[in-house]
């Protein structure tokens, strides 16, 4: 089992940064492919990033060249960097993990284990 608890969320004017982080329990965090997902209110869950355990990452379009994923994994720590931020970019931002490394990473079926979320409010 591994247990994740999101931070870092907040409300922030367009153009500002915030960054997020997700803590996992468990002491194999490093085996683990950690995502960031994010929901807006009425729209489906959608990919945002996910860091594999090499740190190979991927991002979606959207936020290609303003957000950045990095993980931790003496701290058990994956975090995403988001600036020049939206107000498109509000809400809630959700982390994940997937050992079965095999998966889509932007497929959020593919995850295990998520956090409860921390929400995102960009005002324009």
């Known amino acids: 089992q591994v247990q994740l608890v999101e931070s870092g969320g907040g409300l922030v004017q367009a153009g500002g940064s915030l960054r997020l982080s997700c803590v996992a329990s468990?002491?194999?965090?490093?085996?683990?492919?950690m995502g960031w997902f994010r929901q807006a209110p009425g729209k489906e869950r959608e990919f945002v990033a996910a860091?594999?355990?090499?740190?190979?990452?991927n991002y979606a379009d959207s936020v290609k060249g303003r957000f950045t994923i990095s993980r931790d994994n003496a701290k058990n720590t994956v975090y995403l960097q988001m600036n020049s931020l939206k107000p498109e970019d509000t809400a809630v931002y959700y982390c994940?993990?997937?050992?079965?490394?095999?998966?889509?990473?932007?497929?959020?079926?593919?995850?295990?284990?998520w956090g409860q979320g921390t929400q995102v409010t960009v005002s324009s």
């Open positions: 994940a993990a997937v050992s079965k490394l095999y998966r889509l990473m932007n497929d959020y079926r593919s995850y295990d284990y």
């Open positions: 468990g002491r194999t965090f490093g085996d683990y492919a």
């Open positions: 860091i594999r355990p090499s740190e190979l990452t």
